[in-house]
């Protein structure tokens, strides 16, 4: 059944179905409910392999499937077991507090981080997996998450916020440090990073 989809099937840039804009989802069918499950199992495989990172959300485009569906993990905490809330279309329907700065990693941009701005509360509209519509605010982490979350449906990636800022960027050690990348020789003209 969903036996091919595992960490593999997160597509990476260069790739540019990455910067498309995702289809709003109608109905949801099974083949929507489906989608989920292999979103789950494709950050459960990928958190599998990993030390130092967990997931705490994916996008649809990122199993390339160019839809408006993302799963928001409930605990960010690596030591427990890993369950997802889906959020069907979801939407900002608005921006609050002030902007803050923090690390963020992407599952489809290999061995870059970046510091970025975010909202710290966003008000957010989405629908459930029951075809439910559900409204909720989110501060802090959540809101950084779902701020990344729907900017991948909009082909939007989280280097595009940080492009022009040369002390923005960082990679991961092998002991799970962060250490900041040579903008210039690195990142500035990136044939992976910008298209
Ligand atoms: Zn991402």
Known sequence: MNMATNKDSIITLPNLHLRKRSKRV?????????LVEDMELA???WDKSRDHEVTVALAAVQIDHLLRVVIVRDDFDHGTPAKYTPLINPEI???EGKMEYDYEGC??????YGYVPRYSKIRVKA???EGKIVRFSATG?????IQHEVDHTNGILFV???????DAFYELTAKGELEALDY??????SRILWQ
Do not use: C, E, W
Not at 160 to 166: L, V
């Open 160 to 166: 595009d916020h940080i492009k022009d800022a040369p």
């Open 184 to 189: 210039d020789k690195k990142i500035k003209n």
């Open 93 to 95: 329907v608005k921006y």
């Open 107 to 112: 599952l489809s941009i290999r061995s870059v």
């Open 127 to 129: 629908t459930d997996l």
């Open 43 to 45: 950050v459960i495989d």
């Open 26 to 34: 109608g109905i949801i069918t099974d083949n929507i409910k489906k």
């Open 141 to 145: 982490f959540l809101s950084r998450v």
